[in-house]
């Protein structure tokens, strides 16, 4: 089945510096992935949609200022977490769509727990 | 924005007693999906619904897209502790063509299953 793959798993960081979180696609292409973020006993929310080749469109209420995403290739994109502060602590999950159809179920990374001290 | 309310919140079961939880939306979804997220992990897809009516079966899993479109149940039969986790629905609703449309997430359902 789909597979993606979100790196790392976890990560500890001080106030006032980045973080990168990657994503891959491992067994098909991806030309749009997705980010999400989840507060503990939450759901998950959509941050932004990354778009291989063009910007990323970000949902309301997200400073794409802070969270840089790239999608370098049709397998990975990037967020960046850029001056991260200790609001910004929360379970960063990545997704892809399947295939290229419009109904496509999305599968989902394993997550990446950033810890901004 | 599109809303799902999903019900219940938690459930406190013992193992082998039958489970129901249902989502229900102020709008119309075209494609329904059930995920389970254990702790630390991301969601995993258990069913994914296509058509109003539809029912489909995975294993002890069984879930229905509404007639309506605008709400869905998952059943889970015999519950087993392996079940722990939380139960997420999403309706995924077109962006139109064939663009990929945007996904929404129910609150989640926690289960706790009773040896």
């Known amino acids: 089945g789909a597979v993606v793959s979100q790196h790392p798993s976890w990560v500890i960081c001080k106030s006032g510096t980045s973080v990168k979180i990657e994503c891959r696609s491992l067994?098909?292409?991806?030309?749009?992935m997705f980010w999400y973020r989840q507060f503990p006993k939450q759901s998950l929310m959509l941050m932004a949609t990354?778009?291989?080749?063009?910007?990323?469109?970000?949902e309301q209420g997200v400073e794409k200022d802070k969270f840089l995403i790239n999608h370098a290739s049709l397998t990975l994109s990037t967020l960046t977490v850029t001056s991260a502060h200790p609001e910004d602590s929360s379970f960063y999950i990545c997704s892809a769509p399947h295939s290229t159809s419009y109904n496509s179920p999305l599968h989902f990374g394993n997550g990446t727990r950033l810890t901004v001290t | 924005g599109q809303q799902l309310n999903q019900s219940p919140q938690s459930m406190f079961i013992q193992e082998g007693e039958d489970v129901s939880m249902n989502c229900t939306s102020s709008?119309?979804?075209?494609?329904w999906l059930w995920y389970k997220q254990d702790p630390g992990e991301g969601p995993v897809l258990l069913i994914a619904?296509?058509?109003?009516?539809e029912l489909t079966s995975n294993g002890r899993l069984t879930a229905q897209f509404g007639i309506t479109r605008k709400d869905s149940f998952l059943n889970i039969s015999a519950s087993i502790p392996s079940d722990v986790g939380i139960y997420f629905c999403?309706?995924?609703?077109?962006?139109?063509?064939?663009?990929?449309?945007?996904?929404?997430f129910g609150q989640g359902t926690i289960l706790t299953v009773h040896p």
């Open positions: 619904l296509y058509k109003a009516g």
């Open positions: 999403a309706g995924l609703s077109n962006a139109g063509g064939t663009s990929y449309g945007k996904l929404t």
């Open positions: 067994d098909f292409q991806a030309t749009t």
């Open positions: 709008s119309i979804f075209n494609t």
């Open positions: 990354s778009n291989e080749g063009s910007k990323a469109t970000y």
